[in-house]
């Protein structure tokens, strides 16, 4: 009966990832589906830059709203189940089980709230990770079974190829970066991830990137992962970089980025500088590349078009003949669904890109 149910399960998620769906509201049907056969009460799904695997679009429903910065701040420090290091395992899906204590997220937070189990599961392919998803369990002598971990595992591919199609898309048709407010994006925030200090355009980004109701303050996710994964930098618990490249609707695609201030202002409590701004070309051909599942001979080859490379410079530059390289572009117009080498160079680069 129960792998009746997985089986069935399986079908419809695969089925509502192939559909006409946004990728929001994609997220939201194969949530609803998976709640008909696993048993969970809060849940936490973030897109990630498929190169730096930070997360940038968070959809969420969790008790410790309030303490969101603190929860995003453990969740990279954490080593029990990252979602990193999940990339690598032979299954993608993870259960904290009866190893809550290992668990820093769960020890310094979750067990305030009776949360008592997690199940974390990654969406990466040969191409970078696409996202993670956590799903939380409370109550007493609950626990995560095998059936729940088979059910994430059968979805986790073709999961991972809606997220990176549906990624693929925001590249055809794009308009010009619209900033939605003049002048630089930054943020200071302090270790606890406080923002103490924003810039009237970071503000305006924040909005658009996680839409608030309105008259409500813009929830700043996306700048908190970004910095918490510079403390995660720090303390050695992943070194992947501290930035995360996100597509704003309507707007375009931004890259988010934290370092660290050389020295902190007499004037201002925080060390950590968030920036959000324009993703350069180069950063948007890789993106394109990675989203249309282009391959590393194919992404090169992008690479030329970009500069004006004619086929007998390519040719030269990738040491090929001229037939492979038109077969080479053959491949790529096939992924993208583009017809020309012009416009999958617009697509890549966007209108008004900057390398």
């Given at each position: ?200 355009a970071a503000t305006q980004w924040l909005r658009s990137l996680l839409p ?87 992404q090169e080859l992008l690479r030329l078009l970009s500069r004006g490379a ?46």
């Amino acid at each position: 009966m129960a792998d009746n149910r997985r089986r069935r399960a399986r079908e419809r998620i695969e089925r509502v990832c192939v559909s006409s769906l946004d990728e929001r509201s994609m997220r939201s049907a194969i949530l609803e589906e998976v709640s008909r056969v696993v048993d969970f009460d809060s849940y936490v799904w973030l897109l990630t830059d498929p190169g730096s695997t930070v997360g940038c679009a968070p959809l969420a429903d969790v008790p410790c709203l309030p303490r969101l910065p603190e929860l995003i701040r453990l969740k990279y420090l954490t080593e029990t189940n990252r979602w990193t290091a999940l990339i690598d395992r032979t299954s993608p899906v993870a259960l904290l089980n009866s190893d809550l204590g290992r668990s820093r997220v769960w020890r310094e937070l979750l067990c305030d709230f009776g949360i008592v189990d997690i199940a974390s599961l990654v969406f990466a392919d040969r191409y970078g990770c696409w996202g993670f998803l956590d799903l939380w369990l409370a109550g007493e002598k609950r626990r995560f079974d095998a059936t729940a971990a088979g059910l994430l595992a059968d979805i986790a591919a073709p999961v991972c190829a809606a997220i990176r199609t549906r990624q693929a898309a925001t590249f055809l048709g794009a308009q010009p970066l619209s900033a939605p407010g003049t002048g630089p994006a930054v943020l200071i925030l302090d270790d606890d991830l406080t923002i103490t200090v924003r810039t009237t355009a970071a503000t305006q980004w924040l909005r658009s990137l996680l839409p608030t109701a309105p008259g409500a303050a813009p929830i700043p996710a996306a700048a908190y992962n970004v910095a918490a994964q510079l403390l995660a930098n720090e303390s050695g618990v992943d070194d992947h970089p501290a930035s995360a490249r996100a597509f704003v609707a309507g707007r375009g695609w931004v890259t988010l980025q934290a370092s660290r201030l050389d020295s902190a202002s007499a004037d201002v409590a925080g060390t950590i500088a968030v920036s959000i701004e324009e993703t350069a070309a180069q950063s948007r051909l890789d993106l394109f590349g990675r989203s249309h599942g282009l391959s590393a001979r194919e992404q090169e080859l992008l690479r030329l078009l970009s500069r004006g490379a004619e086929t007998r410079d390519i040719a030269g530059a990738m040491t090929i003949t001229e037939y492979t390289v038109q077969d080479h572009l053959k491949s790529i117009f096939g992924k993208t669904t583009l017809t020309s080498r012009s416009a999958v160079v617009t697509a890549a680069l966007g209108p008004g890109a900057t390398n």
